[in-house]
């Protein structure tokens, strides 16, 4: 039987929204957004799409109309009752009322900013402009729908067949992926693929697939909307904006050189257990650590963001223990671009010397290549970062001198104020 | 929306049909019952079911409960208004009243004869007695009951996922030699699928991808439901029942060596083109097109379902030379055991001496080898046979000594007859 009233409905929808939630969104994105909104309220940033891979040319695969159509539509969502419970009732990390009612009550009422749109040649230039905490909250949901449309620009011209084959191919290759994950001892394991995903429903699918196949091995998913549906853990610390905006903030040089470490002494003020993660490398691991404080040495752990994941791994091993830490009560979490085989190799490089988990993104949730001719859907490297704060540029190095940002001129700055030498470039892939 | 009429009502369900109609047979078997239904109305015939795979034990894997549903579901079906509008005015072998009126009136009001079912260790002893048109109508049915129990027997321990990513790995796989005999030139193929499906639905599904990715290479399905529905040709002539059921009534050796020629020379009355084609193997190919009259040579093809398919097919081909017909003009019909490597081979093999055909079954309509654990999915040889004709059993030698029944006294007899020599053995799959 045909449910008529369904069907008309389903006619009357104008697109097919890609995000549909503000919690659509990754969950260290609200606890940055709650830290920004208590420390930093006045802060004016600008966040800024970029596609670090520009042969793909998003500008002639995406009809301007439709994605502003998309940015638009977020723009009319917020809070549900249901999501706002969720947000104030649930537990997370161990903790009830992670987030206060003062930030609840603003983010009750928050509509996302507005954007501005170009074309420049085969990109666009996105951009946000406004205070911290209201513009950073369009980062994720801006990737996602980048990402979508550019599937859906690429599966338009499928038939039915081959689509259904195409997302069979895809779950194989997942459900491959999760059954040589499942012979790992002792993996713990999230999804950190909301913002370069191939579509919402396909997260979820992965989601899903990993919470039957991996069951506790699975910790849970950055993604809130995902994570209060599937009724799992919501996962994720902080982020290189922190870093980033603090030190474009900052007047003098020394100023700057302290700058990563007063946004961690705002974090400790408001975190403790797994939430007190280091993330080392916006400005260069080695350095960051050789000059941190002592108490940020008594912090859980710390997250491999970029660089060779082994050797930031030593690194830290290393670090705890000239500061008379035991690496076996720390925490290392991988989240650069992960695989089955890396991780397998990081787990049984590390596990036993420090507890060890992961945060695999890309190749989780976007792991179609080699599916479609030409290769079109194969994930790609888009970002939205923090590109000024205050009028000043954010400057970003990492230890991979392929992922650095800024103009030249702060990027030299920031080497000399931060000691950094000679660094490895690495290919990202995703 | 939830539509809860629909909800409720799937509740009420006893058991989820596996044959749902009359039609949901062979195309073949509708063409011989009109035959048998003119020619020996008289005739009492035993169909049995045979597990000729007997390390699959049946009866420990079915329900026995379960079994006697589906099988008492069936007797229940008559055809449909539509059905019978289908019948009487589709367009088959480019004829239109292929049935005619006497046939179908009492196809109409016919209902399957009962069943005899018996446990017999971890085998069921399944038979069908009664007049030939009658029991005949049986055996696909009963296979494709039995197949899907046993799908349905190992699918019930699996999860939603492990249950989502089999089919998928599953359709991958049909899709994969979808696109490999997408490259055959000039390559003509049906589905011959039903008597050892995995499922209906998955039948179903195997029909739709063939339409789609092979178009006008997609000859047709075997399945009348499935032709009706999805709007492609039914396929089909005849089959071994014949020859078997006419041999077995003949009074002596000179009658008998006469039976399968005489079920021609009956079929030859009724059909012309591409439904005059040879099914030679009963009692031995070599054999049988060497004592053939010359009128079969002016049959338009022959159909190669036992032995070694190339040595079938360049017998058939020598054999019209030598009868001064053209080979180019003839057709030759694959249907044994074919996967795509064969279909392949035998395509490059025979295309341009002779119009080549496929009948592809098993392994496409149930190629779930190595998807399961212990392999539980496995496609194994079950059949249907009409085993004894009023109460003289019935013999097959065909071209592989593997596939030969009947009682020993009675082979022998039959070889005899027949002039059939020594045979080589080739392992039966499917």
Redesign the interface.
Known sequence: ?V?I??RV?NHKWKIDPIVRSLIDTDFYKLLMCQSVFRNKPQTDVVFSLINRSNHIPLAELIDEGELREHLDHIRTLSLSRGESTWLRGNMFYGKRQMFRSDFMEWFENMRLPPYHLERKGDQYELTFEGKWHEVMLWEIPALAVLMELRSRAVLNDM????L??L???A??RV?EKIEQLRGIDGLGIADFGTRRRHSFLWQDWCV??MM??LGSAFTGTSNCMIAMRREVEAIGTNAHELPMVYSALADTDAELAQAPYDVLSDWHDEHDGNLRIILPDTYGTQGFLDNAPDWLAGWTGIRIDSGDPATGAETAIKWWQSRGEDPNQKRVIFSDGLDVDKIRELHSQFAGRTNVSFGWGTLLTNDFRGLVPNDALAPFSLVCKAVSANGRPTVKLSDNPEKAMGPTSEIDRYKRVFHVGAQEPIEVIV
Chains 1, 2 share one sequence.
Do not use: S
């Open positions: 039987m449910d009233a369904t409905y038939r039915r067949f081959e259904q084959v997302y069979a191919r779950m194989t459900w899903q697939a039957e196949g």
